[in-house]
């Protein structure tokens, strides 16, 4: 049989049938060989003789191919990192990955047929609501791609609430945050302006309250904001109020363990990045973008919405509901292209927040914040070293150094320290020299003093 | 039913999982703002763990039996992958760390990358979007700002009416008009029709292949030259790659755009609804428009390209889903192209048997050797007063997952049955005859059909319910 080139007994592809099996089937289905199903394709358009790829691997092989790739990277969660920005290095409990190791949930699919997916959606709900609890909202989504994606759809979603196509965003925001906003609602005619910041690191309110316009449908809130430097929601959210668009609060999870919670402060939607809660680093992916709104406007939201309902004999169950907003359903009218989204990633979180719980979130927030502020009284005071926008943060703050990052941020890397994110390449008004500190529960008194070594030396070295 | 972990941890006491604080602080020193309580649960380890596996004894899953869902390729996800994957030297990495940290991963997109343009004729890929859609939305965003570029305005996209419901929504969000093109007696698109609707004013020619039917468009080639004369792009959905690898090269048919999903034809799993990857590959002519960064070897070394003044920008926060790569890239590295190509041998030969046993019983309206996948319909159980969804649910009670129902919508009661190559003979011949067995029961004993399933974990939901008056969160109930 062309086409068909196995030795019987071995195979590369996870095929299960055999040789005989093949010819059996053929036989039913009443061709004589693959090419009679092959037909329709017309032989001008097959591949003459074989791809060009690597020879096939056993799977002793395909290790070994992969713990020589391994080898060439030098992991941050191995090395005293302070690299955050979005993506930071928490610790994860062993239930997590336990949990996330089960078939029964990584190769499940999509819980169209609700009666044999409860545990999926049961486990959705429950993410739903611990987002709900964490940001004080009344609807979480089952998740979007990341926290990027999750703020570009939420300003779609504000913009076709209020059928208007103005947003307000602050300047500080990463260049590739702003790459993927101006992506995406680059073919909806929607005009992103961006609200400069201050010398303390914060939103120019002065700035906000001029652009804000009858025509503005959106107004960015990211609290802490990028820079770490918490921002004072309440006033930004009165001024939003007043104008009457709505208020888009982009915020990092682990920071709601303390500070005021979102709907607290009247916002309508709440987008953020849930890397924090659970997942591995990943070189950026996969991560979990998360969105909660009120209730009044579930039905202008994006993605999967999982309900508690009941079957025909009243058990309580669980179900994939307002289905009419989807795509598969309302196709070109629907709140969005989205369909897979980020599933493992939310049970991720669901199964972190319950195994650290109440008392272990808010101890990784508190930690996180107090080992901050520890590093910051360390080398504050340091020759050459200034912090901009002073101790107003939560776990992050901007450092300028004597030297330019770049040569900082290498000499500490040979000694196994991941010191910052580089901050002058998106914002020059910052200079050449400022870098972008993180610090999670991770990190020890020890880690904290030999930053501060390194600080030295480089400033003690001019 | 189980009680939700809120119900069973709202007072308890959780484990302790964070060391000591060796850097206390004074709590005032510390922005502490929150007075209100979280709503997590307090809960011990064990009990923990015991609440998981009780939600996972309650769901179906590949590593269980079949999973025929049409145009979702569930395919068995292979352990290896996910032993590789869970490597600290992939998933530690931050996306902010040193280019000459991470030369083991840029190596991996770069070959991931090189691979899937031979796999699919393109010239170049991107690894950014994170799933199915979000490729399509990247890949009408290159088409786009393509047009833009050469300064045509052209408003519409013409997507067959068998297409996947993202196809429209996603030529929609960038902002342009899908145009239905209806599919002919054939099920496929017929070039007259096309014709008909394509104008200089097109964009974009959307089409799946196979298509959604499972059918081959043996038009292909008058296809691609209508469009192509008219100026317009050829988008492949590439949803159904199961069925071509090694057999036909999209990009060398004249395939101007098209996505794959790793987490279907690669193999990667779906984890309930992700993460997955829907890499986009372009011919030369649309390489300047992928988002930035792709990654390029210089030497003995990998690094990140920052691209061309066109590029339509970004569309994920960093550089995908990095860790789906890893499990597809070592899919490819294990089966190669000889392999590759018996995946989508076998994934016809499977597709055509199991139509030839399912057609015994149920109406297939497109007869004739069929791809991947193929749609049946229960359209003839209607006069026993039986729909497709009672045969779906019915298929539950026999311990398999139901195909695709309802979809694609030209077909009356579609079942969309894809059973993909890793399944074997035995596996067929038994979902075959629980299909043949449903369909006597249809006639014989309709109410069995209308009641099930009885023996999940839960009976027939009450989806109506559920949408007039959605719970979403979970309150306590005093």
Known sequence: MRGIRIKEGQQMSYIQ?????????????????????????SSEFRVKGKLKLPEPMSEAEVVGRFERLAAGNNPAS???????GGIYDHIIPATVRYVLSRSEFYTSYTPY????????????????????GLTSMEVANASLYDGATALAESILMA???????KALVPAAIPKRMKDVLRTYVAGKNI??????FTEEGTLDVKELKEKLDSETAAVVLVQPNYFGVIEEAEEISAIVRESGALLISYVDPVSLAVLTPPGEYDSDIVVGEGQSLGLPQSFGGPLLGFIATKREFVRKSPGRLVSETVDIIGNKSYVMTLQTREQHIRRANATSNICTNEGLCALAAAVYLTTVGEDGFREVALQSAAKARTLYNMISGLPGCSIPFGDNFFQEFVLKLPVPADEFLNEARKRGVLAGISLGEDFPGLGDSA?????????SREDLQLYRDIVLRIGGGK | MTGTIFDKGLHGRSGKYIPENDCPVDEALLPIQRKSSLGLPRIAEQGVIRHYMELASKNYHIDKGIYPLGSCTMKYNPVVNEEIARDNSFCGLHPAQDEADVQGALELIFNLQEALCEICGMDSFTLQPAAGAHGELTGIMIARDYFRERGEDRKFVIVPDSAHGTNPASVSTCGFTPVTLKSDERGMINPADLKEIISSETAVLMLTLPNTLGLFERDIGKIVKIAHDAGVLIYMDGANMNALMGIVQPGKIGIDIMHLNLHKTFSTPHGGGGPGSGPVGVREHL?????IPGVVKKMDNFEFSWGSEKSIGKVHSYFGNFNVFVKAYAYICRLGAEGLREVSENAIINANYLMELVGRFYDVKYPGPCMHEFV???????EHGVSTLDVAKRLLDYGVHAPTVYFPLIVKEALMIEPVETEKKETLDSFAEIMEKISYEAANNPDLLHEAPVSTPVRRLDEAYAARNPDFRWHERK
Do not use: H, W
Not at chain 1, 191 to 196: F, K
């Open chain 1, 17 to 41: 049938n055999t040789n005989q099996d093949r010819k059996e089937m053929l036989k039913t289905i009443g061709v004589s060989s693959l090419d009679e199903l092959l037909e329709p394709v």
């Open chain 1, 159 to 165: 913009c076709s609430i209020k059928r208007k196509n």
């Open chain 2, 287 to 291: 390489s300047a428009f992928l988002p």
């Open chain 1, 435 to 443: 870098v972008l500190v993180a610090v999670t529960e991770k990190r």
């Open chain 1, 78 to 84: 191995s090395m005293k990192s302070f690299l955050g």
């Open chain 1, 113 to 132: 047929q609700a009666e044999v997916s409860q545990g999926t959606l049961q486990s959705i709900y429950e993410y739903q609501s611990m987002i709900c």
């Open chain 2, 376 to 382: 049946a319909s229960a359209v003839n159980l209607k």
């Open chain 1, 191 to 196: 005009i992103i302006e961006y609200i400069p």
